[in-house]
């Protein structure tokens, strides 16, 4: 996808939390509030996914129409200023790893941390260069 760095992500096994009520997955429960930006964050990133998933196919999996309609909807900086036609044919690619022609949660979530990283390490550059 054009990152200069691959990144590798690993799932911990979350078993633990969905068996111990006090600790259960907040996202899982609607109309629960966040407690912390980064658990906001979390269940953005779940409702989100959610949201464009299942329109087509599986309900929980992102087919290229509705990946295409998340990435354009939600992540218009990113392709604004892409020319590649075929862009989102090869983000497809890149994240169906199991090559079911669909992109599920986990496959999501490795975009957005690849994005995310690959902004870090932008701004850390910029930082860098005006001498913080």
Do not use: W
Request: proline share 3%; net charge negative.
């Amino acid at each position: 996808m054009g990152f200069e760095r691959k990144v590798t992500i690993t799932f911990c096994d979350l078993n633990i939390f969905f068996h111990t009520p006090q600790l259960a997955c907040k996202a899982a429960l609607p109309l629960t509030a966040m407690s912390t930006p980064l658990e906001d964050a979390m269940d953005t990133l779940i409702r989100i996914f959610h949201h464009y998933s299942g329109k087509e196919g599986d309900r929980y999996k992102l087919s290229k129409g509705e990946l295409k309609e998340l990435l354009t909807s939600e992540l218009t900086d990113f392709l604004s200023g892409q020319k590649d036609p075929l862009l989102v044919d090869k983000i497809m690619k890149d994240l169906d790893s199991n090559k079911d022609n669909e992109v599920d949660f986990n496959e999501f979530v490795i975009l957005v941390a690849a994005l995310t990283v690959a902004c870090n390490d932008f701004f850390e550059e910029q930082l860098k260069k005006e001498g913080f």
